[in-house]
Structure formats: structure tokens, C-alpha cells
Nanobody, 125 residues
Framework: QVQLVESGGGLVQAGGSLRLSCAASGNILSINAMGWHRQAPGKQRELVASITRDGNTDYEGSVKGRFTVSRDSDRYTIYLQMDNLKPEDTAVYSC???????????????????WGQGTQVTVSS
């Protein structure tokens, strides 16, 4: 019932910018927090940025000052503005919603650990 769909990846030269989007859909009642993760080849997935329902943000150290996470007023779409990109930012970026409240018929239910399909970001040197 709940899906996350990302868009906005691509190929960019070092120093360039990209903006990723992640839209959550379904009979959503609320999403408390959402985050962006990335996984580079041969490396573990890491949390890059997160944003709460109230707009509080947090960033992984290497992207602070370069990446900005935001969300729409409906709070079900988030963005990741990536500036001054570096080759080491190359990875598959995925959005995540750890906890989602949604309606199934007339019942309120909780769902956990939703992920988007991922979008490739490649930064050339």
C-alpha cells in the first residue's frame, strides 16, 4: 500500500549539482522521518541525510555543507540537493521511510522499513 519512488539521479562532473526526489504514495496517514542512504560498489550502505516530520535534519559528516535535505509541506516528498559533488559521492542513492502510518480500508496500520528503488549518481573527475 505504500511506495517510495525516487528520481533525479544521473551523471555529473565534479563540482556540479544534482537534485534527488523521493515521493511516498499510498493511503498514508503520517510519516515521522525519512532519509537518504547511499551504497557505493564494494562498500556498505550508509545514511547520508535524514529529516523528521518537524523538519529537523541530520547529515553524514562528509556531506555536511554540500547536501541539503528538505521535504514538501505535505511531508510525503523529500528532496536531496547535492552541490559541489565529488567522485567519492558516486553511489546508488535510496530513500527510506522507517515507520509509516497508513489506512487499510478503515483500519489504521503501521508499516516498517520502506525503500525506494534507488537512483544512480555518478560523479566524474
Amino acid at each position: 500500500q505504500v511506495q517510495l519512488v525516487e528520481s533525479g539521479g544521473g551523471l555529473v562532473q565534479a563540482g556540479g549539482s544534482l537534485r534527488l526526489s523521493c515521493a511516498a504514495s499510498g493511503n498514508i496517514l503520517s510519516i515521522n522521518a525519512m532519509g537518504w542512504h547511499r551504497q557505493a560498489p564494494g562498500k556498505q550502505r550508509e545514511l547520508v541525510a535524514s529529516i523528521t516530520r518537524d523538519g529537523n535534519t541530520d547529515y553524514e559528516g562528509s556531506v555536511k555543507g554540500r547536501f541539503t535535505v528538505s521535504r514538501d509541506s505535505d511531508r510525503y516528498t523529500i528532496y536531496l540537493q547535492m552541490d559541489n559533488l565529488k567522485p567519492e559521492d558516486t553511489a546508488v542513492y535510496s530513500c527510506n521511510a522507517p515507520v509509516v502510518a497508513y489506512y487499510s480500508g478503515t483500519e489504521r496500520r503501521w508499516g516498517y522499513d520502506y525503500w525506494g528503488q534507488g537512483t544512480q549518481v555518478t560523479v566524474s573527475s
